[in-house]
Nanobody
């Protein structure tokens, strides 16, 4: 079993900051990628920032220069520092992990999601 546990989020004023954390646990053989997605009411879920392999994070254009994604491979944790928040950043933010697990004698790769955390930015 794999779990992604999120923390952080909440309410901020325009121009303010919030921090989101996500920790992966369970029968993890390999973390292929981890990242944050968001979904606002009436919108589809969209990628915010994702880090995979040994490369640096990939950011959506709408957060470049404002959000920073960092990771701790030992703790299997990612942290999204969100600065200069805008009302349009209001959404439910979901942690995602593309994770390989060992099930019996086979490796299986799948997408796992956290429960989501609300971020609300007031103007």
């Amino acid at each position: 079993q794999v779990q992604l546990v999120e923390s952080g989020g909440g309410l901020a004023q325009e121009g303010g900051s919030l921090t989101l954390s996500c920790a992966a646990s369970g029968n993890i053989a390999r973390l292929d990628s981890m990242g944050w997605y968001r979904q606002a009411p009436g919108n589809e879920r969209e990628s915010v920032a994702v880090v995979s392999g040994s490369g640096g994070p990939d950011y959506a254009d709408f957060v470049k220069g404002r959000f920073t994604l960092s990771r701790d491979n030992v703790k299997k944790t990612i942290i999204l520092q969100m600065n200069s928040l805008k009302p349009e950043d209001t959404a439910v933010y979901y942690c995602n992990g593309r994770i390989t697990t060992l099930q019996g004698v086979r490796f299986r790769t799948g997408d796992y999601w956290g429960q989501g955390t609300q971020v609300t930015v007031s103007s």
